[in-house]
């Protein structure tokens, strides 16, 4: 009897252990639009083993015609900040660069050369066609997380697309269990990297899981 009241005990501890725990970042999309929005594309990224599977759709604007540089194509990144009022890009900020590699020429075929933002320098520009679409296509990125570095994670960012350096277009990078922290707190370089609620609720949940903790330790003292 005393066994199965301590297995009891110990399988609701678990219970309230993980009633605490912070959901698994999976999935983040971003819908990236220009101003007047003639330029609109739809980066979606998905966690799987090796790194993050980008998928880019929806591509509609980017026309031969207005390429500024006809040979370059439009380049596009993960931005340190989200886009600011009135779809203004220019609040994004730098590219997503954890690792302070700086704006040195990305060579695909080594990684540590190329900014963890810098999407087009590591796997190619959007090219432009004749009608402004593009057909979808997809990708893995192996430096991207939704959680790590602390100071690079991808919450709480922006994708942006450029046209000959130009900001053309951007979204916010929205991703699915993210909540953002309080307004002025500490953000590393631009979001938290904490997949959890907002303050209140994950304080609450905190205390209620202390209280049923306590109990638990109370009826397995009496167990014994």
């Known amino acids: 009897m005393l066994f199965k009241s301590a297995a009891a005990i110990l399988a609701f501890a678990g219970l309230v252990a993980a009633q605490g725990a912070a959901p698994e970042l999976k999935h983040g999309s971003a ?22 599977n ?7 604007g980017l026309s031969f015609a207005s390429q500024v540089n006809k040979t370059a194509g439009y380049e596009y990144h993960v931005h340190v900040n989200p886009v600011g009022p009135n779809q203004n890009c220019t609040s994004t900020g ?24 810098d999407l087009s320098g590591k796997h190619g520009n959007l090219n432009g066609t004749e009608t402004g679409v593009i057909p979808t296509f997809f990708y893995l990125d192996t430096q991207l997380s939704f959680t790590t570095p602390a100071n690079g994670p991808m919450v709480g960012r922006s994708v942006v697309i450029h046209n000959n350096g130009a900001r053309v277009a951007c979204g916010n990078l929205v991703v699915d269990g993210y909540v953002a922290p309080p307004a ?13 609620g907002t303050t209140g609720k994950n304080s609450a949940a905190k205390l209620v899981g202390s209280v049923a903790l306590t109990g638990v ?8």
Do not use: R
């Not at 002025?184 to 959890?196: D, E, K, N, Y």
């Open 31 to 52: 819908t990236v639009v220009s101003p007047n929005k003639d330029i609109e594309a739809t980066f979606t990224f998905d966690k799987v083993e090796g790194g993050m």
């Open 54 to 60: 980008i998928t880019v759709t929806g591509v509609k």
């Open 94 to 117: 730098g590219h997503l660069d954890p690792a302070n590699v700086g704006p040195a020429p990305c060579n695909p075929a080594n990684l540590t050369s190329c900014q963890t933002g």
């Open 184 to 196: 002025g707190s500490a953000t590393g370089t631009g979001a938290g990297a904490t997949p959890t």
């Open 217 to 224: 330790v109370a009826l397995f003292m009496m167990a014994l």
